[in-house]
């Protein structure tokens, strides 16, 4: 299938980070975060990722499971402790993908179809589960103040101010 067909099949929308998603599982249980907030207590989406579309850099304040699904391998770039950490999600285990990745919460990170060709559909899982309220798209200049180092791979996966 090609990747607007998937689209169209599984109802994906536009996600404000890029790429399309469609929510699949919203868990009926709730349960109060540190912070004091309500949240259910699982949530799961499907994401789709086609040519030279990004996810662009965000955080969000729970732990994200990745599982890769069909199409090309996904590079998920992180950064953690300042540095820049690369993880290849996909089926080719004997290439060093995973079929499955954890994102720590209140991590910066982004993704990209590697070779930016092709599509790559995944789903993700957040528990607590997923809210808006939680997530927080990167302002390109401000995150550059604060990794300086990262400059360049800031700039591919931000929207410019």
Same mark, same amino acid.
């Given at each position: ?6 689209i ?30 309500? $949240? ?14 990004k996810?662009?850099?965000? $955080? ?5 499971l ?8 996904l ?31 209140h991590?910066?990170?982004?993704? $990209? ?15 607590p ?33």
């Amino acid at each position: 299938m090609s990747a607007q067909s998937i689209i169209e099949k599984l109802q994906l929308l536009p996600h404000p980070e890029g790429g399309y998603y469609k929510e699949t599982y919203r868990a009926a249980a709730t349960l109060t975060t540190a912070a004091g907030a309500s $949240r259910n207590v699982s949530t799961a989406i499907y994401y789709l990722l086609k040519g030279a579309d990004k996810s662009h850099f965000h $955080r969000i304040q729970s732990d994200e499971l990745w599982f890769f699904h069909q199409g090309q391998a996904l590079e998920i770039v992180l950064i953690q402790q300042g540095q820049l950490v690369t993880i290849e999600l996909g089926n080719d285990l004997a290439q060093g993908q995973v079929p499955q990745a954890v994102i720590p919460a209140h991590t910066w990170f982004g993704a $990209r179809v590697k070779g930016e060709q092709g599509f790559a559909l995944v789903s993700c899982t957040v528990a607590p589960g997923f809210d808006f309220r939680d997530f927080e798209l990167s302002q390109q200049e401000a995150l550059i103040q604060e990794f300086p180092q990262l400059r360049a791979v800031i700039e591919q996966f931000t929207r410019r101010n």
